[in-house]
């Protein structure tokens, strides 16, 4: 066996600490931007928000006041660059290259460290499902050991209000964890006395059993409802599959009787735990990060204000360099000192101009978008809306494909329309008859228009989608109109037939 020595040249591409933390800021939504910063001025004492006065209105201001022009904030920008934060401090007589004397902090950055940032969601305050449930156990009047058994089963119960658990494993589960020693037939008599909380039809095992619960709610209320119970009992799949023909002639019922099943059946509610608290889910609020308004048919873009917090490195830590930069000893202790105030400040500017170029990215995004959909922001009609992939958006703004990606997944702009996602305006391109290339996009909301004005008894199949669809132009096969209708989430012919 040899040993030989060789020189192999690869080519490496690594991101820098600073273009790691530019990419996390693009994905930070607005409504979220504000905690991040805070994060940031409490752990680096060398960054603050430009003036007192200024951080304690940024704190208490409406998020959709007071939002600066693009140019306002470009200006702003270049006033703040002109000023030389601290490069002009010459600390070259405490820094040396290989000095062995490296302090612990140094090894260290707790600004830019591997873990992930924390993100702040709002939460609602109010009563959870489970909290709903567990305070009704108090009617069963159990014992400890059956409340044990209660708790177990309720605690198994998913976030739509079914029990999709087997009795078996709520058995096995008891006896492992709770040490309660039980049976099958045990748990089962606890889950039917659970099933008769509010809200009705919970801890069902499954949409049949949920939908009869809530029919024998409105039975032992006096409604008369047997003829839909026979129908859910012994044809379920046909009332899934909308086979109401079947439904008629099994039950011997005329048009009206049939046509009264169907309206008490479809008045249940299939998740009856989705209207009760919330479990362990943030509340989701939009914050538009970009604003556009049609002033005299002239479209006008802004950030929002909360996009562009005005920051500045520490005033105290800068005259800090130059009072150790006036002192005569150079000691061990005081290099350590420079070291760290040298590496704060760094980290600050290294935040500062990562929110600055977070903007820039923004708006030469949105404005790239804009110009683009011109006609869209003008009247608010999605068959406007041109061909326009993310490559499209990359080469008019310069930027990678992955960052006009970024943009368009996590932000939102608000029109006189209504409030979108970026990634809304992004679709492929389609050919017409005559040749001229049109959004996808324009094709689906035609499409949409059609499936909204068929008769409800006798609903388009997509063949017929497809014919209509090509005697307007627009060159599609069958199978590509089947595409974009399961892509708007609307269900086959069959399944949209009413009676």
């Known amino acids: 066996m040899s040993l030989s020595q060789s020189l192999q040249q690869k080519l490496l591409q690594k991101l820098s600490p600073q273009q790691i933390q530019l990419m996390k800021l693009l994905q930070v939504p607005t409504a979220n931007l504000e905690e991040r910063i805070k994060e940031e001025l409490e752990e680096n004492p060398a960054l603050e928000v430009t003036d007192e006065d200024a951080a304690d209105s940024y704190d208490e201001k409406d998020e959709f006041a007071d939002n600066s022009t693009a140019e306002d904030e470009y200006e702003s920008e270049n006033d703040r660059d002109k000023e030389d934060l601290y490069e002009n401090i010459d600390i070259s007589d405490y820094v040396h290259e290989g000095d062995d004397d490296i302090a612990d902090y140094k090894l260290r950055d707790d600004n830019y460290g591997e873990q992930e940032e924390k993100t702040t969601m709002p939460y609602k305050v109010e009563t959870s499902f489970y909290e709903v449930l567990e305070a009704q156990l108090g009617m069963l009047n159990l014992d400890d050991r059956q409340y044990k058994i209660a708790e177990q089963i309720i605690g198994s119960i998913d976030e739509d209000g079914y029990l999709r658990r087997e009795t078996a494993a709520i058995v096995d589960d008891l006896a492992f964890r709770q040490n309660v020693d039980t049976t099958d037939r045990e748990v089962e008599e606890i889950i039917s006395r659970i099933q008769n909380f509010d809200p009705a039809g919970v801890c069902a095992r499954n949409l049949q059993e949920c939908l009869l619960l809530q029919l024998e709610r409105h039975k032992r209320e006096g409604k008369d409802v047997d003829t839909a119970v026979h129908a859910l009992t012994k044809y379920f799949d046909e009332f899934t599959k909308k086979h109401y023909e079947k439904i008629q002639r099994g039950l011997n019922l005329t048009d009206d009787e049939l046509r009264e099943v169907m309206i008490q059946i479809t008045k249940l509610n299939p998740k009856p735990g989705g209207n009760v608290g919330e479990i362990n889910k943030a509340e989701s609020y939009i914050v538009p990060d970009f604003f ?208």
């Open 292 to 499: 556009i308004y049609n002033n005299a048919s002239k479209l006008e873009l802004t950030l929002n204000s909360k996009n562009a917090p005005e920051l500045r490195i520490s005033e105290g830590y800068r005259d800090m360099l130059k009072e150790y930069d006036r002192g005569a000893k150079k000691d061990r202790r005081q290099k350590e000192a420079v070291l760290f105030i040298k590496q704060k400040i760094d980290a600050a500017k290294w935040f500062i101009d990562a929110i600055k170029q977070r903007q820039h990215t923004l708006m030469s995004t949105m404005t790239a978008i804009m110009n683009h959909q011109y006609d869209f922001f003008l009247t608010g009609d999605e068959t406007t809306l041109r061909p326009m992939i993310l490559k499209d958006i990359a080469e008019k703004t310069g930027l990678d494909i992955s960052t006009v990606s970024r943009v368009a997944n996590s932000k939102f702009v608000q029109t006189e329309f209504g409030t979108y996602r970026l990634k809304f305006f992004f679709s492929e391109s389609l050919t017409t008859d005559s040749g001229e290339e049109v959004s996808t996009r324009e094709v689906k909301k035609i499409l949409s228009n059609l499936i909204e004005a068929e008769q409800k008894k006798k609903p388009l199949s997509d063949e017929r989608l497809t014919e209509l669809l090509q005697e307007k132009g627009y060159n599609i096969a069958r199978r590509t109109v089947a595409k974009y209708r399961e892509q708007l989430n609307i269900p086959v012919a069959r399944l949209r037939k009413e009676l």
